[in-house]
């Protein structure tokens, strides 16, 4: 069973938004936190967004502060990445992960999903 499911992603102008989704089964949901991660064409996959499972407490890398909203709905068992604001270089294939620890608002991920392209046209 593939525990994270993205969908959401597409081609965008510079200053158009998209919301990207992920669908986790129940256990990784009900035991993990989750966030996303995003890797670009020649660079290394880097954080951007994470949820602590309990409290909900939310971490954002600095490039998407203030553009980038992470959010669930726990009847879904669903993760968001609501994106505004977008540029060129938020361009990269974004990945949603489960991990157990949150260290200094990084998720330290342990499973990934297989990911969804995200294209923004300047």
């Known amino acids: 069973q593939v525990p994270l499911v993205e969908s959401g992603g597409g081609l965008v102008q510079t200053g158009g938004s998209l919301r990207l989704s992920c669908v986790a089964s129940y256990n990784t949901y009900s035991s993990y936190h989750l966030g996303w991660f995003r890797q670009a064409p020649g660079k290394e996959r880097e954080f951007v967004a994470a949820?602590?499972?309990?409290?909900?407490?939310?971490s954002y890398a600095d490039s998407v502060k203030g553009r980038a909203t992470i959010s669930r709905d726990d009847i879904r068992n669903t993760v968001y990445l609501q994106m505004n604001g977008l540029k060129p270089e938020d361009t990269a294939i974004y990945y949603c992960?489960?991990?157990?620890?949150?260290?200094?608002?990084?998720?330290?991920?342990?499973?990934w999903g297989q990911g969804t392209q995200v294209t923004v046209s300047s």
């Open positions: 992960a489960a991990g157990s620890t949150v260290h200094l608002g990084r998720l330290e991920a342990t499973s």
């Open positions: 949820m602590t499972r309990a409290l909900g407490t939310t």
